[in-house]
């Protein structure tokens, strides 16, 4: 069967999750200008992931020529390309099923580090807490080498160079990937706030007093930028409506790739709860 067998089904599946998106509209999410950060995203059931023959394969499945094909087909090859990278190479490591790497290096740098694993997630904050599989984005970095100089004031925290700048066609990646070993969607945990304006484009956090948090940030601060909001967060400058202190606390953001299970939940009741924590909390930066 093809590789591709199945992406009428998850074109009909994310046409589903962007009309299921809709809900988002009755909460106002501040437009926060994502072009600074767009080329910045910098920031773990038995499977044989090695064969007898010594062939690698992602999840017991995906060989190099597979991750190759989706890889291409999502865009990823064409933007590396376009970029002035030429006779790169991917590798794929499987370290246990805990710890699956798939790596685009160039020359002696990597482009492109992905850690990934499935797993089990708890739905903890619904009733009966269903546990459904997931893909979990352990570590997602992209490096830029070829990028002109920038001082280090203009990275992000976490960086030593600009990224790429292909989160989209990553996404598009990842869902298929996801796609192909039965989970129903895929989850990270952003370490900055910054990594979250990305994955926000097509993830949600799943408790909403997260999710409410994240918005605030954006509502209140917005002005600053993305890069400045992420540093004030990281140094400590941040206060709350009492006057506290506000550090970035890391928490689950979800894409379900099955609509049904998708409207269980982000229910009404999701964004309810959202919109009661954003009348609750105001932020101010500490210049």
């Known amino acids: 069967m093809s590789l591709f ?3 009428d089904d998850l074109a009909q599946s994310l046409r589903k999750a962007k009309a299921a998106r809709d809900s988002d509209k009755k909460i106002e999410l501040p437009d926060l200008d994502e072009q600074e950060i767009l080329e910045d995203l910098h920031v773990q059931p038995l499977m044989q992931g090695v064969l007898p023959s010594g062939e690698v ?3 017991g499945k995906y060989s190099e020529s597979e991750i190759n094909e989706l890889m291409d087909w999502s865009g990823i090859f064409h933007e590396i390309a376009r970029k002035d990278y030429k006779d790169y190479h991917v590798e794929l490591q499987y370290l246990s099923e805990l710890d699956q790497r798939i790596l685009i290096r160039w020359q002696s740098e990597i482009l492109f580090h992905l ?9 903890r904050l619904n009733p009966g807490a269903p546990s459904k599989k997931l ?20 990275l992000f ?11 989209n066609e990553i996404a598009d990646f990842v869902f298929n990937l996801a796609l192909g070993v039965g989970a129903k969607g895929a989850f990270n945990i952003p370490e900055y706030f910054h990594d979250a304006v990305l994955f926000h484009r097509q993830f949600r956090f799943y408790d909403p007093a997260r999710e409410a948090f994240f918005r605030a940030l954006i509502r209140d601060l917005r002005r600053h930028g993305a ?21 970035w606390v890391p928490g689950e953001m979800i ?30 930066m500490i210049e």
Do not use: C
């Open 135 to 154: 893909l979990y984005i352990d570590w997602l970095m992209t490096r830029h080498p070829l990028a002109s100089k920038v001082r280090a004031e203009r």
């Open 57 to 59: 394969r992602i999840f």
């Open 157 to 167: 925290p976490g960086q030593d160079m600009p990224g790429l700048g292909i989160f």
């Open 255 to 284: 894409h379900l790739i099955d609509p049904e299970f998708g409207d269980t939940i982000w229910s009404q009741d999701y964004f309810t709860r959202i919109v009661r924590h954003l009348k609750r909390i105001r932020f101010e």
């Open 227 to 247: 890069r400045r909001i992420s540093n004030a967060l990281a140094e400590g400058r941040i206060r709350d409506q009492d006057g506290q202190e506000v550090h």
């Open 5 to 7: 067998g199945r992406l």
């Open 115 to 123: 850690r990934l694993k499935l797993s089990h997630f708890r739905f």
